[in-house]
């Protein structure tokens, strides 16, 4: 039997008016700000702290993925879903697509089977326009730093050198790293090194997805560093007086989007900042605007726990006083057989022997979570190719260890499949008590708080810095931003900085070879090994199989 494909199932379903999915959450019809019939911005006016106070809020994160993820999303979906079915009014609220991905390998973020949200093709497309919102407030502060570059009155006398802005395209466009600007004469501007980063990996998408205002949004895009002048002054966004205007750009952007999963279920989505370079969660925003109109709110982070969980809890969840009751890891059959040895091409093969190897990898991650507090429930994402000894063994060695854990059907099952999984949920939200802290405090060094990291979140014994990287946290430290977060870049492939070694590495040597800065969204990047802002596209790109018919029905996402 041919299963079907995501979008197939998600065109199929009769979506609802998007007004109806506002009477779930109580917004008046005549506050919604509609875009066409089925995807709508909220008001930031509905945000309430006291009603966030008793709201509970669970996040997904996941062991470390093969190349494909392993379905937090779908999970998410699938979770929110069945909390509804058993009489929780929940919302699931998600990160935005980017368009390298979907036109790469890794293809749309809307989830998968029967836990999906839609319209899919309209979310993973254009939606409501944010990313290009985004993209244009960035490109403003590109054309004002290059403009007065070139102007002979109101120079700051910014040295090009130094300048560490780039433009942004919300694309998979390697060629663009790179380049070379301003050259054809005098009147074409000053000619210096820049380049592009994906829009995603901007920082206006970070600040924006840390904003808890407007008000706040603006005084952060002013704190952009975009260089030094030849006299060694730094220079901000503000000095360019870039802030106001940027903002204005953004003006609707900061809205969070409301839609709906194929249940019908309330689904908000908003920002998408990559969690290898990044944030890699929704704004604070959207999740304090799901939390102040439902009782319970699902959200996930991007990759792994110790990247994507790592930032939710150590920047997102301090700088939005957000308070999580309930952590949930998804782990996959074939994930862990990839961790234990097997190639990814046999994983579709029982093998009890590389299944077991992998448990190492997930039983880092729990101990991860346990960091912070949280006593983890394992969400075991069923593929069809996943045999009845391989999941009872890994449920087994989950309940071995004190661990809960649930079977995950809702790809093939939507809510229904993920039942056993939102009723432990509920359990563990009732029996929570919060044990939360950071894992390291702001004003510790910058050195501290990357090796607190690494050690317990990696598993590395040591931390090594270029000489150029030493140089940049001693250059911010000078800035008088010490205090600032950190947000390390890395491959999301393993628990290492090299994507090469799988499963629980151990022994390694963490290497940082720069530092970027990103004082608006309020943290610094420490880059480890060859992660980068832009992507490429694969050999073989999702692009080539999405197309268009006659009567504008789009095939080929997924």
Same mark, same amino acid.
């Given at each position: 039997?041919?299963?079907?494909?995501?979008?197939?199932?998600?065109?199929?379903?009769?979506?609802?008016?998007?007004?109806?999915?506002?009477?779930?959450?109580?917004?008046?019809?005549?506050?919604?700000?509609?875009?066409?019939?089925?995807?709508?911005?909220?008001?930031?006016?509905?945000?309430?702290?006291?009603?966030?106070?008793? *709201?509970?809020?669970?996040?997904?994160?996941?062991?470390?993925?093969?190349?494909?993820?392993?379905?937090?999303?779908?999970?998410?979906?699938?979770?929110?879903?069945?909390?509804?079915?058993?009489?929780?009014?929940?919302?699931?609220?998600?990160?935005?697509?980017?368009?390298?991905?979907?036109?790469?390998?890794?293809?749309?973020?809307?989830?998968?089977?029967?836990?999906?949200?839609?319209? @899919?093709?309209?979310i993973?497309?254009?939606?409501t326009?944010?990313?290009?919102?985004?993209?244009?407030?960035? !490109?403003?502060?590109?054309?004002?730093?290059?403009?007065?570059?070139?102007?002979?009155?109101?120079?700051?006398?910014?040295?090009?050198?130094?300048?560490?802005?780039?433009?942004?395209?919300? @694309? !998979?466009?390697?060629?663009?790293?790179?380049?070379?600007?301003?050259?054809?004469?005098?009147?074409?501007?000053?000619?210096?090194?820049?380049?592009?980063?994906?829009?995603?990996?901007?920082?206006?998408? *970070?600040?924006?997805?840390?904003?808890?205002?407007?008000?706040?949004l603006?005084?952060?895009?002013?704190?952009?560093?975009?260089?030094?002048?030849?006299?060694?002054?730094?220079?901000?966004?503000?000095?360019?007086?870039? =802030?106001?205007?940027?903002?204005?750009?953004?003006?609707?952007?900061?809205?969070?989007?409301?839609?709906?999963?194929?249940?019908?279920?309330?689904?908000?989505? +908003?920002?998408?900042?990559?969690?290898?370079?990044?944030?890699?969660?929704?704004?604070?925003i *959207?999740?304090?605007?799901?939390?102040?109109?439902?009782d319970?709110?699902?959200?996930?982070?991007?990759?792994?726990?110790?990247?994507?969980?790592?930032?939710?809890f150590?920047?997102?969840?301090r700088?939005?006083?957000?308070?999580?009751?309930?952590?949930?890891?998804?782990?996959?059959?074939?994930?862990?057989?990839?961790?234990?040895?097997?190639?990814?091409?046999?994983?579709? !093969?029982?093998?009890?022997?590389?299944?077991?190897?992998?448990f190492?990898?997930?039983?880092?991650?729990?101990?991860?979570?346990?960091?912070?507090?949280?006593?983890?429930?394992?969400?075991?994402?069923?593929?069809?190719?996943?045999?009845? #000894?391989?999941?009872?063994?890994?449920?087994? +060695?989950?309940?071995?260890?004190?661990?809960?854990?649930?079977?995950?059907? #809702?790809?093939?099952?939507g809510?229904?499949?993920?039942?056993?999984?939102?009723?432990?949920?509920?359990? =563990?939200?009732?029996?929570?008590?919060?044990?939360?802290?950071?894992?390291?405090?702001?004003?510790?060094?910058?050195?501290? $708080?990357i090796?607190?990291? *690494?050690?317990?979140?990696?598993?590395?014994? +040591?931390?090594?810095?270029?000489?150029? #990287?030493?140089?940049?946290?001693?250059?911010?430290?000078?800035?008088?931003?010490?205090?600032?977060?950190?947000?390390?870049?890395?491959?999301? $492939?393993?628990?290492?900085?090299? =994507?090469? @070694?799988?499963?629980?590495?151990?022994?390694?040597?963490?290497?940082?070879?720069e530092v970027?800065?990103?004082?608006?969204?309020?943290?610094?990047?420490?880059?480890?090994?060859?992660?980068?802002? @832009?992507?490429?596209l694969?050999?073989?790109?999702?692009?080539?199989?999405?197309?268009?018919?006659?009567?504008?029905?789009?095939?080929?996402?997924?």
């Amino acid at each position: 039997m041919n299963m079907k494909r995501d979008i197939e199932i998600a065109q199929e379903v009769n979506i609802k008016p998007i007004t109806e999915i506002g009477d779930i959450l109580g917004i008046p019809r005549n506050e919604l700000e509609s875009y066409g019939k089925f995807k709508a911005k909220i008001p930031l006016h509905f945000i309430n702290e006291e009603k966030i106070k008793r *709201a509970k809020l669970i996040l997904v994160t996941a062991i470390t993925p093969t190349p494909a993820g392993e379905g937090k999303t779908t999970t998410s979906i699938g979770i929110a879903q069945a909390l509804n079915l058993i009489g929780k009014k929940t919302t699931v609220v998600l990160r935005e697509p980017s368009l390298g991905p979907v036109f790469g390998i890794k293809g749309g973020a809307t989830g998968g089977g029967y836990s999906q949200v839609i319209p @899919m093709e309209e979310i993973n497309l254009h939606f409501t326009g944010d990313m290009a919102a985004i993209e244009k407030s960035n !490109n403003l502060l590109a054309a004002l730093i290059d403009n007065n570059i070139q102007l002979t009155e109101g120079n700051l006398n910014i040295d090009p050198r130094t300048i560490t802005w780039k433009r942004v395209t919300d @694309m !998979n466009e390697r060629s663009l790293r790179e380049i070379i600007i301003g050259i054809g004469g005098t009147m074409q501007g000053v000619p210096r090194e820049s380049g592009f980063n994906i829009t995603a990996a901007s920082e206006v998408m *970070a600040t924006l997805c840390i904003a808890n205002s407007l008000r706040d949004l603006k005084e952060r895009l002013g704190n952009i560093f975009i260089g030094y002048t030849y006299g060694k002054v730094p220079v901000f966004a503000r000095d360019l007086k870039a =802030q106001g205007a940027m903002t204005v750009l953004l003006k609707d952007a900061i809205k969070p989007n409301l839609v709906q999963t194929l249940e019908g279920t309330p689904a908000i989505i +908003h920002g998408g900042p990559f969690a290898n370079i990044a944030q890699g969660t929704n704004s604070i925003i *959207a999740t304090k605007t799901g939390l102040s109109l439902s009782d319970y709110v699902v959200t996930e982070s991007g990759f792994a726990s110790e990247l994507g969980a790592e930032k939710f809890f150590n920047i997102k969840s301090r700088f939005g006083n957000l308070h999580t009751h309930a952590v949930v890891i998804v782990a996959t059959i074939r994930a862990l057989k990839y961790h234990g040895g097997q190639k990814l091409a046999d994983t579709h !093969n029982e093998d009890l022997v590389r299944l077991c190897l992998g448990f190492d990898n997930l039983d880092k991650h729990i101990e991860n979570m346990e960091f912070y507090g949280f006593n983890p429930v394992i969400a075991i994402n069923k593929f069809d190719t996943d045999t009845e #000894a391989e999941l009872e063994l890994l449920v087994s +060695h989950c309940k071995s260890i004190n661990i809960p854990v649930a079977i995950n059907e #809702a790809w093939g099952k939507g809510g229904a499949g993920a039942i056993k999984l939102a009723e432990i949920l509920v359990n =563990q939200v009732e029996h929570h008590t919060n044990g939360f802290i950071p894992l390291y405090d702001l004003k510790w060094s910058f050195e501290r $708080k990357i090796e607190t990291i *690494a050690k317990k979140m990696y598993g590395a014994d +040591h931390v090594e810095y270029s000489t150029l #990287a030493r140089q940049q946290l001693t250059n911010i430290e000078k800035l008088g931003l010490g205090d600032l977060a950190v947000c390390i870049a890395k491959t999301q $492939k393993s628990l290492s900085d090299d =994507q090469d @070694m799988k499963n629980r590495p151990r022994g390694f040597t963490f290497k940082i070879r720069e530092v970027e800065i990103s004082s608006g969204a309020g943290f610094i990047v420490p880059i480890a090994g060859t992660i980068m802002r @832009m992507p490429g596209l694969p050999s073989a790109p999702s692009a080539e199989k999405i197309d268009i018919d006659n009567d504008g029905k789009i095939t080929g996402l997924f």
